[in-house]
């Protein structure tokens, strides 16, 4: 692909958002409901009704039962498609996001684990544990969710979708 191409593409806003956003909520789900049944027996059910409560608080969540489960699905994924409204939205402006999709998916990746774990969660409803303890491998967990699961994801849909254009109609007989 010629250069100039690769500098003035521009990502479309569809398969961007929406699938970029819909596939990376999928992998989060997937890593948390692996990683934290594995390491500490938590239940799927029980991580929806924790993203619930940064919404509803976690009693609120826990008496919805199912749907305090299914509000937790659908905050987790309107969350992952607001990631990939930001990066599609950024990298409107910046093309060096679709240029160097691994880069720029890392460095988003990175970003947004520290926004949502500095500013998003200590602002929610979610309980708080003032006897939690630092854990290298749920750092290194989340840096991998947020970087390969996430970011990176996210910024190769964008790029793909800046180069494949929408399929044009037939000619007419």
Do not use: C, E
């Not at 749907?67 to 498609?81: K, N, P, R, S, Y």
């Amino acid at each position: 692909m010629p250069t100039s191409v690769l500098t003035t593409a521009k990502p479309r806003a569809f398969p961007t958002i929406v699938w970029g956003g819909l596939l990376v909520g999928f992998l989060d789900a997937m890593d948390a409901m692996i990683y934290f049944g594995l390491r500490s027996g938590v239940t799927p059910q029980r991580i929806f009704h924790y993203i619930a409560s940064g919404l509803i608080g976690i009693r609120s969540s826990i008496a919805l039962g199912a749907l305090g489960v299914a509000l937790g699905i659908v905050l987790h994924f309107v969350i992952a498609i607001g990631a990939a409204t930001v990066y599609y939205l950024v990298a409107l402006k910046v093309p060096l996001l679709i240029r160097r999709p691994f880069l720029s998916g890392t460095i988003f990746g990175l970003g947004l684990y520290f926004f949502m774990n500095r500013i998003v969660v200590p602002l929610s409803a979610v309980p708080k544990n003032p006897n939690a303890v630092f854990s290298w491998i749920d750092l290194l967990s989340g840096f991998f969710a947020h970087i390969v699961l996430i970011g990176i994801p996210i910024a190769l849909i964008a790029r793909y979708s800046a180069h494949v254009k929408p399929s044009q109609p037939p000619p007419s007989a």
